[in-house]
C-alpha cells in the first residue's frame, strides 16, 4: 500500500511565527487531503489538494504530484493552530484514506 | 448540508463487557462509512468501511464488529471489550471525495 511519511513529527513556535509541514507519499494519488486534529479530538477538513495550490486565509497548501509530496503552510501563526496535522491520501480505486503519523504543532503565546 | 453525529462522545467500561457505538450521517445519501481508531499517539487506524447497506469491509481481524442496518447508520461493536480496545473511535463519512469525521468516542475499558 502507499506510504506517507510527515516532517517534522513535533514543531514549537511563538506566536506569530510561519511554518511549513511536509507530506511526502510513496505512490501516484487522487486524493490528498489536510486534517487538524484540535485539542478535543475533532479532526477538520482543511484542504482537499491532489494537486496544485489552495489557500484560505494564513494557511495554504500545495501539491505536487509528480514529485509526490505536498506542503501545508501556516503563517502568522497562532495558539488555536495547535494540534496535530495530518495529511492522508488515496491512491487508486479503493476507497481507503492512509494517514501520515501527523505534525504535533504547538504555538506558544 | 451534511453532518455526521457520533455518541456516546464517552465511554468508561469494564473489561468483558459488550459495546456498541452509534454514527449517523444527515443530508446525503449512499454514503461510504468509515470507522477508525486512534490509540494513545497519533496514528488513525482504519477498522471498517462500507460502501452500502451491509457492507461491511474489515481491515484489521481483531475483537471489533461492524453493522450498517440503514443507509446512513453505521455500528460498531464488540461481544466482550478488552484492555487494548481503549481509544478515540472516530466515523467518518465520504460521497464522491472528501472524506470527513465525526467528534469521535473517547473509550477507556478499565
Known amino acids: 500500500g502507499i506510504q506517507v511519511e510527515q516532517s517534522p513529527p513535533d514543531l514549537i513556535l511563538q506566536e506569530g511565527a510561519n511554518s511549513t509541514l511536509r507530506c511526502n507519499f510513496s505512490?501516484?494519488?487522487?486524493?490528498l487531503q489536510w486534517f487538524h486534529q484540535n485539542p478535543w479530538g475533532q479532526l477538520i477538513n482543511l484542504f482537499y489538494?491532489?494537486?496544485g495550490t489552495k489557500q484560505n486565509g494564513r494557511l495554504s497548501a500545495t501539491t505536487v504530484a509528480t514529485e509526490r509530496y505536498s506542503l501545508l503552510y501556516i503563517s502568522s501563526s497562532q495558539t488555536t493552530d495547535s494540534g496535530v496535522y495530518f495529511c492522508?491520501?488515496?491512491?487508486?480505486?479503493?476507497?481507503?484514506?492512509?494517514f501520515g503519523k501527523g505534525t504535533l504543532l504547538t504555538v506558544n503565546p | 448540508s451534511q453532518t455526521i453525529h457520533q455518541w456516546p462522545a464517552t465511554l468508561v467500561q469494564p473489561v468483558g463487557s459488550p459495546l456498541s457505538l452509534e454514527c449517523t450521517v444527515e443530508?446525503?445519501?449512499?454514503?461510504?462509512l468509515y470507522w477508525y481508531r486512534q490509540a494513545a499517539g497519533r496514528g488513525l487506524q482504519l477498522l471498517f468501511y462500507s460502501v452500502g447497506i451491509g457492507q461491511i469491509s474489515s481491515e484489521v481481524p481483531q475483537n471489533l464488529s461492524a453493522s450498517r442496518p440503514q443507509d446512513r447508520q453505521f455500528i460498531l461493536s464488540s461481544k466482550k471489550l478488552l484492555l487494548s480496545d481503549s481509544g478515540f473511535y472516530l466515523c467518518a463519512w465520504s460521497r464522491v471525495i472528501e472524506q470527513y469525521f465525526g467528534p469521535g468516542t473517547r473509550l477507556t475499558v478499565t
Open positions: 492522508a491520501v488515496r491512491g487508486g480505486s479503493n476507497y481507503k484514506l492512509t
Open positions: 489538494i491532489p494537486s
Open positions: 505512490d501516484s494519488v487522487n486524493n
Open positions: 443530508g446525503t445519501s449512499n454514503p461510504n
